[in-house]
């Protein structure tokens, strides 16, 4: 456990959803070996992981993308529509690029390739737990090239034609949550009160048809330079 996570903070609680048990099972090990981390439930299809989810009320549930009966992106839409404090961690091989844009938009928090690695995915968690996203480099590029070509450019950034502009406090909040910052942060940062930052960024996703604060990093990261 890294000195961030105190030992006064309860555990993370885990699911994991996995259809192939050698995967599943292990990423269960690993994560059982954490002391801020426990696996509470294990899911070998979409269903099910629905249902441990509302069961159970996990901090995280690992979910892959590809499943029998319900696929992720079903699941992860139901589970982030019925349970806003659970944070859903995508986990991918990558080869279906338009099913990894959809998981954004169904609202899942962070995305990793099956191919990372021990420390990366552990990270991954803590950060969940911190109010933070995360993105593998590759995920991220997938997901920006869907939103050129689904998009067009504006000065304001990668918006639909009928977006409207961003004030100059909306764009500086929206740059603070393409940094990882959550609204706490944010209000610290611009001596505003939390509930007025959450209005900001409620109107910000109205503006820019956006689901989730991923989806308004991206596009963000679309602004800057290659």
């Not at 000195?3 to 885990?14: K, L």
């Not at 996995?18 to 990423?27: I, M, N, P, T």
């Amino acid at each position: 456990m890294t000195s961030e996570e105190g030992t006064n903070q309860p555990a993370i609680r885990i699911v994991i959803a996995e259809d192939q048990s050698l995967v599943r099972r292990g990423a269960a090990i690993l994560l059982s070996t954490q002391a801020d981390m426990e696996v509470v439930g294990q899911a070998r299809n979409g269903i099910e992981a629905v249902e441990l989810a509302q069961l159970l009320h996990p901090d995280v549930v690992l979910m892959d993308l590809h499943m029998p009966l319900k696929g992720g992106v079903a699941a992860t839409r139901e589970i982030t529509r019925d349970l806003p404090n659970t944070q859903i961690l995508v986990l991918t091989t990558l080869h279906d690029d338009e099913t990894v844009f959809e998981a954004v938009r169904a609202g899942a928090h962070a995305y990793l390739l099956k191919d990372a690695d021990e420390n990366e995915l552990l990270e991954t968690i803590r950060a969940l737990r911190r109010g933070e996203s995360r993105l593998s480099p590759q995920i991220a590029r997938k997901v920006m090239d869907q939103f050129r070509r689904l998009a067009p450019m504006t000065s304001a950034g990668p918006l639909r034609a009928d977006s409207e502009p961003l004030s100059a406090k909306e764009e500086k909040i929206l740059q603070l949550i393409s940094e990882g910052m959550i609204n706490r942060q944010i209000a610290n940062a611009m001596f505003l009160a939390e509930g007025t930052v959450k209005n900001y960024v409620s109107r910000i996703m109205e503006k820019l048809h956006a689901n989730t604060r991923t989806e308004l990093a991206l596009l963000v990261g679309q602004k800057r330079p290659e």
